[in-house]
Protein backbone atom coordinates (compact mmCIF):
# COMPACT_ATOMS: atom_id res chain seq x y z
CA UNK A 1 0.00 0.00 0.00
CA UNK A 2 1.38 3.73 -0.55
CA UNK A 3 -0.02 6.77 0.91
CA UNK A 4 0.87 10.35 0.08
CA UNK A 5 1.13 13.09 2.73
CA UNK A 6 0.92 16.49 1.80
CA UNK A 7 2.45 19.56 4.33
CA UNK A 8 2.67 22.95 3.94
CA UNK A 9 -0.66 24.81 3.55
CA UNK A 10 -2.02 27.67 5.10
CA UNK A 11 -2.89 31.14 4.72
CA UNK A 12 -1.13 33.54 3.31
CA UNK A 13 -1.07 37.19 1.81
CA UNK A 14 -1.53 38.26 -2.09
CA UNK A 15 2.64 37.97 -3.23
CA UNK A 16 3.25 35.50 -0.34
CA UNK A 17 5.27 32.49 -1.14
CA UNK A 18 4.08 28.98 0.82
CA UNK A 19 6.12 25.56 0.00
CA UNK A 20 3.59 22.73 -0.68
CA UNK A 21 5.39 18.91 0.36
CA UNK A 22 4.17 15.27 0.07
CA UNK A 23 5.96 12.52 0.83
CA UNK A 24 5.38 8.99 -0.45
CA UNK A 25 5.27 6.12 2.24
CA UNK A 26 5.29 2.27 1.79
CA UNK A 27 7.28 -0.46 0.15
CA UNK A 28 8.26 -2.17 -3.10
CA UNK A 29 7.69 0.43 -5.40
CA UNK A 30 9.56 2.87 -7.09
CA UNK A 31 7.59 6.28 -8.40
CA UNK A 32 7.49 7.43 -11.89
CA UNK A 33 6.14 11.06 -12.32
CA UNK A 34 4.96 12.91 -9.36
CA UNK A 35 2.78 15.58 -9.76
CA UNK A 36 0.02 18.62 -8.04
CA UNK A 37 -3.33 19.30 -8.84
CA UNK A 38 -5.73 21.68 -7.23
CA UNK A 39 -9.35 22.11 -7.44
CA UNK A 40 -11.12 25.55 -6.04
CA UNK A 41 -14.68 25.88 -4.64
CA UNK A 42 -17.35 25.09 -7.54
CA UNK A 43 -14.18 24.24 -9.79
CA UNK A 44 -12.86 21.05 -11.15
CA UNK A 45 -9.81 19.81 -10.27
CA UNK A 46 -6.91 21.44 -12.21
CA UNK A 47 -3.93 20.49 -13.89
CA UNK A 48 -0.81 22.69 -12.06
CA UNK A 49 2.69 20.66 -12.84
CA UNK A 50 4.35 17.62 -13.26
CA UNK A 51 8.11 16.00 -12.58
CA UNK A 52 9.49 12.87 -14.17
CA UNK A 53 10.91 10.53 -12.85
CA UNK A 54 14.19 11.87 -14.66
CA UNK A 55 13.14 15.72 -13.40
CA UNK A 56 11.36 16.86 -16.73
CA UNK A 57 8.63 19.04 -15.51
CA UNK A 58 5.66 21.26 -16.66
CA UNK A 59 4.15 23.72 -15.14
CA UNK A 60 0.39 25.20 -15.64
CA UNK A 61 0.43 28.30 -18.14
CA UNK A 62 -1.39 29.87 -15.03
CA UNK A 63 1.37 28.90 -12.61
CA UNK A 64 4.68 29.33 -15.14
CA UNK A 65 7.22 31.87 -13.64
CA UNK A 66 5.53 32.01 -10.07
CA UNK A 67 5.37 28.04 -8.88
CA UNK A 68 8.47 25.68 -9.09
CA UNK A 69 7.63 21.67 -9.04
CA UNK A 70 10.73 19.39 -7.56
CA UNK A 71 11.38 16.27 -6.34
CA UNK A 72 13.92 14.40 -3.80
CA UNK A 73 13.83 10.88 -5.61
CA UNK A 74 15.84 9.57 -2.56
CA UNK A 75 12.76 10.54 -0.18
CA UNK A 76 9.68 9.53 -2.26
CA UNK A 77 9.21 13.16 -2.16
CA UNK A 78 8.10 16.10 -4.35
CA UNK A 79 7.63 20.27 -3.43
CA UNK A 80 6.21 22.97 -5.22
CA UNK A 81 7.21 26.50 -4.29
CA UNK A 82 4.72 29.14 -4.91
CA UNK A 83 5.80 32.71 -4.87
CA UNK A 84 4.04 35.72 -5.81
CA UNK A 85 0.57 34.03 -4.59
CA UNK A 86 -2.52 35.26 -6.28
CA UNK A 87 -6.33 35.41 -4.53
CA UNK A 88 -7.37 32.69 -7.37
CA UNK A 89 -4.52 30.17 -6.04
CA UNK A 90 -6.86 29.94 -3.66
CA UNK A 91 -7.76 26.62 -3.44
CA UNK A 92 -7.77 22.43 -2.13
CA UNK A 93 -3.83 21.55 -3.65
CA UNK A 94 -3.57 17.55 -4.13
CA UNK A 95 -0.65 15.35 -4.83
CA UNK A 96 -0.78 12.89 -7.43
CA UNK A 97 1.79 9.80 -8.18
CA UNK A 98 2.15 7.35 -10.43
CA UNK A 99 3.42 4.16 -9.03
CA UNK A 100 5.31 1.30 -10.10
CA UNK A 101 5.33 -1.84 -8.60
CA UNK A 102 7.70 -4.45 -7.75
CA UNK A 103 8.34 -6.93 -9.32
CA UNK A 104 5.25 -6.77 -11.14
CA UNK A 105 5.44 -3.33 -12.71
CA UNK A 106 2.00 -2.77 -12.75
CA UNK A 107 1.45 0.89 -12.11
CA UNK A 108 -1.26 2.76 -10.30
CA UNK A 109 -1.94 5.97 -9.42
CA UNK A 110 -2.66 8.00 -5.98
CA UNK A 111 -3.67 10.96 -4.45
CA UNK A 112 -2.86 13.14 -1.43
CA UNK A 113 -5.77 14.27 1.00
CA UNK A 114 -5.22 17.54 -0.09
CA UNK A 115 -3.91 20.89 1.96
CA UNK A 116 -5.64 24.08 1.94
CA UNK A 117 -3.76 27.07 0.36
CA UNK A 118 -5.97 30.18 1.28
CA UNK A 119 -4.10 33.63 -0.89
CA UNK A 120 -6.38 36.64 1.39
CA UNK A 121 -5.63 39.90 2.78
Known amino acids: QVQLVESGGGTVQPGGSLRLSCAAS????????MGWYRQAPGNPREFVAR???????NHADSVKGRFTISRDNAKNTVFLQMNSLKPEDTAVYYC???????????????WGQGTLVTVSE
Open 96 to 110: HAIVVFTPTSAQRQY
Open 26 to 33: GSGFSINA
Open 51 to 57: ISSGGST
